[in-house]
């Protein structure tokens, strides 16, 4: 199936009732099919969040819970306002404050919330695979809000989402995932879902900074970003993760700025009309140059976290209908 957004009828909402999957753990083990229907929904929510009054009641009477084991700006706001957006009760649970601190386990954690009856839980963990864990041990619906250096699917969702809106498509497009990808979650979902989708995926990074199996993702690997990113449709570039790494991954910040780090003159190499992302948090100086992230023309910064409130609010539509997929 082609999965160009020009080339399909937007989904109905029979199909959107299709939607299979009880969790949303992550990007690998979707089908194309399924990844649109999230897109296509996702579209109707960025009309409802431009309106005046954004709310709607398909989650009425629902609760969602946010578990944030690790610092977030972006994806718990995120999750929080597209429940609220759409009627749910939304408590965000403060894991510094919680039982936790006093020794009370995640699968424990889990447990004493799934008595609560919650109808989703969004959950961040440091430990790649502690999200999946923890949906096997509740009767609500599970969405990774990132889980170690494992997937960030809503993420790759938005970035997904953000890249169709500006470019009609993403089948066919070439597209350079750039930085720290050995600790970035977001390249992990954004391989799958991009080579899913039909794009050409290369990666860009010194060797130290790439997974040591990378040769067997099925996209090619630059060492060199002008190499790297010529001729690219998008250039994706990634935060050096510096807290979850244990001894020097690069000679310094200003070398790395120098041989790795967007600029205009870098981005140049690209097509003319290559846009910029980057999923946040950034750091300016250090992946890329501050002005450009800035440049409206040529970045889609904001507009990613635009996408994230309503790929999300699309995300929890789906797994919260009667479908075989959710059922407890
Ligand atoms: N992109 C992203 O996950 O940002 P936050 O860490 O702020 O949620």
Redesign the pocket.
């Known amino acids: 199936m082609s999965a160009t957004r020009k080339s399909k009828k937007k989904s109905t909402p029979e199909a959107v009732y299709r939607f299979p999957h009880r969790h949303l753990l992550g990007i690998e083990g979707l089908s194309a099919e399924e990844i649109e229907l999230i897109l296509d929904l996702a579209d109707s929510y960025v009309e409802q969040n431009r309106q005046p009054n954004k709310k709607s009641d398909v989650l009425r009477g629902r609760t969602l819970i946010n578990l944030f084991f690790?610092?977030?700006?972006?994806?718990?706001?995120s999750f929080e306002l597209a429940g609220k957006r759409l009627g749910a009760d939304v408590i965000n649970m403060s894991v510094s404050t919680s039982s936790i601190k006093k020794g009370e386990t995640l699968m424990d954690t889990a447990m004493t919330l799934n008595a609560m009856h919650p109808d989703v839980l969004c959950v961040?963990h440091g430990d790649s695979g502690a999200v999946k864990l923890l949906s096997e041990k509740v009767n609500c619906a599970v969405v990774n809000?990132?889980d170690g250096t494992h997937e960030?699917p809503t993420?790759a969702l938005l970035d997904a989402q953000t890249i169709r809106r500006r470019k009609g498509k993403i089948a066919g497009l070439t597209v350079a995932i750039c930085g720290d990808i050995l600790h970035s979650r977001?390249a992990r979902s954004n391989m799958h879902l991009l080579s899913t989708m039909g794009a050409r995926v290369r990666l860009v990074a010194p060797p130290t900074l790439l997974p040591a199996a990378v040769d067997r993702y099925g996209v090619e690997v630059f060492n060199n970003i002008k190499d790297g990113i010529a001729g690219c449709d998008i250039v994706m570039m990634l935060r050096l993760q510096q807290e979850r790494m244990k001894g020097m991954f690069v000679p310094s910040i200003r070398e790395y700025f120098h041989f790795f780090g967007l600029t205009a003159e870098k981005l140049a190499f690209a097509k003319p009309d290559a846009l910029v992302m980057h999923?946040?948090?950034m750091n300016r100086g250090v992946e890329i140059d501050s002005e450009l992230a800035d440049d409206i023309d040529r970045s889609l910064i904001r507009e990613q976290v635009e996408m994230g409130v309503a790929v999300r609010m699309a995300c929890f539509d789906l797994l919260t209908r009667d479908n075989p997929g959710n059922e407890p």
């Open positions: 690790e610092d977030s700006t972006r994806t718990r706001t961040r809000g990132g960030h993420q977001v999923p946040g948090p």
